[in-house]
């Protein structure tokens, strides 16, 4: 029983190291309602009013560290402006971290020592005062936050360490318009059962006693892409992400002809295209004619032998006065395009909504479909039945999705889906967004109604578990379309709606060409963008992912980079392997364990299910070895239970066999996520690859699998 006991706690404090130890400190006016004025802070250090407050949040302050600690001493400081007299209580803590699969916290331990604050009293800030009962004087603590007498403090001979829920504070008074500024130094911690004199151990705890690779085994630590990196300049190219094409599918122009529109992602680097299929001609036919959906299949066609995927819409009206279908010829068009395409799945991404309305995007509907429940919920219903159970719509409005809802669900208006509710195959978790009005005016073209709404929070907070794209006005179309969208804005709606994909169409001259910027005196967002910078403080300032190597070269030197950049970068998923564990030998006919740390860096997750595995690589021959139990949809880029904690860490667990008929000799590990479907399961251009420097990617003949390598592995 004690054996068992020791495992267990040496298995906690394992599991805390291998975390993000990260700084959390709350300045709470909330019992005096104390309003506070965010200022500044320094590198490596953010501060937001509490989100969960929503109109109380003025009187709450979080300062916190996206970036994960070092295991030295570093000076961070944040500052406010009280807007009230009165007394607050100041907070030092560590970030909420969860374990999948646990319950509750973990805990993760953060060191405090030398705080000062100008602008305020703060008592015993160095923790050198004990009082009578042998605690900190001035501070309200637990022995258990209590370092004495060591001599890793940074300043005499004590500190603090702390966690999320066992925090040590202490009351300050402040003045009304008087600048306040908290400096600290901060340090990863191992926890109240380290030795004092040790200082940090973690890796130490992890390596050995987490993974169980004491004698024979490889820890090893990954780094994310630097600037430098070829795949840094030009874009990590990954499926079902990103920048999108746009383009008529199975069309019979010539100017839209397959090739053409193929040669124009390709030569942008882009894996996905918007495509429309146009269905005007026969919206008075009750069957669409055999050539066109022998035209739609080659297009299928074309695009798996290219490896890409589409966000396909079915449309029918281009002018609100030409004429549109009825319903009974949408469901019939519906019902006869169930066979191809349940047939090409596996190249599309994700499903627009369309049928209904100008442009397919539900609104100004000839027939008034738009505008008629029971139409809507026909139409919805019946592109749900023929879509896979795991698959996922995108509607332009929300609107009609919480009346769809309402309609067959009983779910209240503007009721957003839980993280338990996400993934299921319940109807509110299989349709997503698309924003095509994205940042016109204050209801993004009627999107949604005037921020703030509750229909914009809706979508805030459904976005993490839904798909959500969108695109700008078109330059030609003015007013909204010549106006320079400021990039520094769209980065923080692309983060609180966490988007995936976004158009490479629009606001580009590659695509419009430049006609217009004469004639409209227009703005080309995305060609301002590649040359306009994006400042990491300002990333940092509004809690917005990016990983320590995104602006750092080889020598650990500042690298600029780019809005146009950032934004390619992060839309969708970025995973970032973060820290492994493997045998350095194993023998055929044997199990070993295999475990990795992976983050998201990204603004959202995979949109579709993924299944992650574990390989050995001989020269052109693959043995898969076992299979992760996780869902790539929940890697998501922050906590969803509290939104401020940036890139959770995820474990992919692998409890690997060889085979007998493994030979002897030396093999290279590797972590294959491929895409699910049988035809181009194999097909490299359709797997994920992970954005380190430090993991090569591996390709087999033809152009086959798509392995991230880990490591070597020698087989006996």
């Known amino acids: ?66 970036m994960t600690l070092a295991k030295e001493w570093n000076k961070y400081s944040f500052s ?19 374990e999948h699969g646990v319950k509750g916290n973990i805990p993760i331990w953060v060191a405090y020592d030398n705080i000062t604050i100008t602008g305020a009293e703060v008592k015993n800030s160095d923790f050198e005062l004990v009082n009578q009962k042998n605690l900190f004087n001035d501070w309200s603590c637990n022995t258990i936050n209590m370092r004495k007498g060591v001599k890793d403090a940074q300043a005499g001979e004590n500190y603090i360490i702390a966690w999320t829920e066992t925090p040590v504070s202490q ?24 030795k004092a004199s040790d200082g940090p151990a973690c890796a130490k705890a992890s390596d050995d006693l987490v993974y169980a690779q004491a004698s024979n085994g490889t820890v090893k630590k990954y780094f994310g892409i630097l ?23 199975a069309s019979f122009k010539p100017i839209w002809a397959d090739e053409k529109w193929i040669n124009g992602m390709k030569a942008n680097g882009l894996t996905l295209t918007q495509a429309y299929c146009e269905l005007i001609d026969y919206a008075e036919m009750e069957q669409i004619p055999e050539d066109k959906i022998a035209k739609l299949e080659k297009s299928f066609a074309a695009l798996r032998e290219n490896g890409l995927k589409v966000q396909i819409c079915f449309r029918y009206e281009m002018s609100g006065t030409v004429g549109g279908p009825t319903l009974e010829i949408i469901l019939s068009h519906i019902e006869q395009l169930r066979p191809i395409l349940q047939r090409n799945m596996d190249v599309i991404a994700v499903f627009q909504t369309g049928f209904i309305g100008l442009y397919g995007e539900w609104h100004r509907s000839f027939h008034g479909l738009d505008k008629n429940p029971a139409a809507e919920e026909e139409v919805i219903s019946a592109l749900l039945n023929i879509l896979p159970k795991d698959r996922k719509l995108i509607i332009r409005y929300p609107r009609h999705k919480n009346g769809y809802l309402k309609r067959v669900a009983g779910r209240s208006k503007n009721m ?20 095509h009005g994205f940042m016109v005016g204050k209801t993004d073209a009627s999107t949604f109604s005037p921020r703030p709404s509750q229909e914009y929070d809706y979508m805030t907070q459904e976005s993490l578990f839904v798909p959500m794209e969108g695109e700008f006005f078109w330059v030609s179309a003015p007013p909204w379309g010549i106006l320079k969208d400021d990039g520094h804005e769209a980065i923080k709606r692309f983060w609180e709606h966490h988007y995936a994909i976004f158009s490479f169409a629009h606001n580009n001259s590659i695509y419009e ?40 070269d080889a020598n650990g030197k500042f690298v600029s980079r780019t809005i146009f950049d950032y934004v390619r970068d992060h839309l969708g998923y970025r995973l970032e392997l973060t820290k492994g564990s493997y045998p350095d030998k194993a023998t055929a006919g044997k199990s070993f364990n295999a475990t990795f740390g992976l983050v998201n860096r990204g603004f959202a997750t995979p949109i579709n299910p993924r299944r992650v595995y574990l390989v050995l690589i001989d020269k052109d021959k693959v043995y898969t070895l076992a299979k992760a139990k996780t869902d790539a ?28 008929n493994i030979a002897p000799g030396k093999y290279k590990l590797g972590i294959w996520l491929p895409d699910n479907a049988k035809t181009i399961h194999k097909d490299a251009r359709y797997a994920i690859r992970l954005a380190n420097r430090d993991v090569p990617w591996w390709t087999g003949e033809d152009n086959s699998y798509g392995i991230n390598i880990v490591g070597d592995i020698t087989v006996k």
């Open 1 to 66: 029983m004690l054996k068992r006991t020791i495992i267990f706690a040496v298995l906690i404090v394992g599991i805390s190291c291998f975390a993000k130890s990260a700084i959390r400190i709350d300045v709470d006016g909330l019992q005096n309602k104390v309003s506070m004025k965010l200022g500044e802070s320094s590198y490596g250090l953010s501060i937001i009013n509490g989100p969960w407050l929503k109109n109380r949040a003025k009187y709450y302050i979080v300062a916190h560290s996206p």
């Open 633 to 660: 949809r929940k890697w998501y880029p922050c906590d969803p239970e509290n939104r401020t904690i940036l890139s959770p860490e995820y474990k992919l667990n692998f409890n690997a066999k060889l085979t007998d």
């Open 80 to 98: 406010f402006i009280p807007e009230k007299d009165g007394i607050v209580r100041i907070s030092f803590r560590g970030v909420p971290y969860k």
């Open 227 to 249: 600037p430098v990196d070829d795949e840094s300049r030009k874009g990590l190219v990954n499926p079902e992400r990103g920048f999108r094409w746009e383009n008529r599918i």
């Open 416 to 435: 957003p889906i839980t993280a338990g509710e996400a993934h299921s195959m319940r109807p509110e978790a299989r349709m997503g967004f698309a924003d």
């Open 171 to 194: 009351y300050i008074e402040l003045k009304k318009g008087q600048k306040v500024t908290i400096a600290f130094y901060a340090k990863a911690s191992d926890g109240p059962f380290a």
């Open 513 to 552: 060409g430049w006609k217009w910027k004469e004639k409209y005196n227009a703005r080309y967002s995305l060609d301002e963008w590649k040359t306009e910078k994006i400042d990491p403080k300002f990333l940092q300032t509004n809690n917005i992912p990016f990983s320590p190597a995104y602006f750092e």
